[in-house]
């Protein structure tokens, strides 16, 4: 099972995407790229399995206004599933949620976020 996003990016490149480097900013909206296939990935691990994975539409809206192919993948205990965000549609809520999961600030806040079923992905 994979447990960390340097797990993940690990896997990824080992397997799937040889040139794949880490975003060099850490602000940057994405976690890692390819050149070679002018693609951008952003990287979540979750320590539970869900058939539905979330994703805040602040987040999808940046990725996908870099004009390049963007990729969500998502570790579970059940594997890793990759989503094609240019090519998936998305029911928009806005749903109460901790404003940081694994940080100090549990506060609660509201956030857009959309639900991605792993039917919709790709299971590597």
Not at 44 to 61: A, I, N, P, Q, V
Not at 85 to 112: A, G, P, Y
Request: hydrophobic share 35%.
């Amino acid at each position: 099972m994979i447990k960390t996003e340097k797990e993940l990016f690990d896997y990824l490149k080992s397997n799937y995407i040889p040139d794949l480097e880490l975003a060099k900013d850490k602000f940057s909206a994405y976690d890692c790229y390819s050149s070679k296939h002018k693609m951008v990935i952003e990287l979540k691990c979750r320590r539970t399995h869900y058939y539905s994975l979330f994703l805040e539409k602040m987040k999808f809206d940046k990725l996908t206004s870099l004009g390049c192919e963007v990729r969500y993948v998502n570790s579970t205990p059940k594997g890793v599933y990759s989503f094609d965000l240019n090519k998936i549609e998305i029911d928009w809520v806005e749903r109460v949620m901790k404003k940081q999961t694994d940080f100090s600030n549990n506060n609660k806040v509201i956030k857009v976020v959309g639900e991605l079923n792993v039917k919709n992905s790709t299971l590597l």
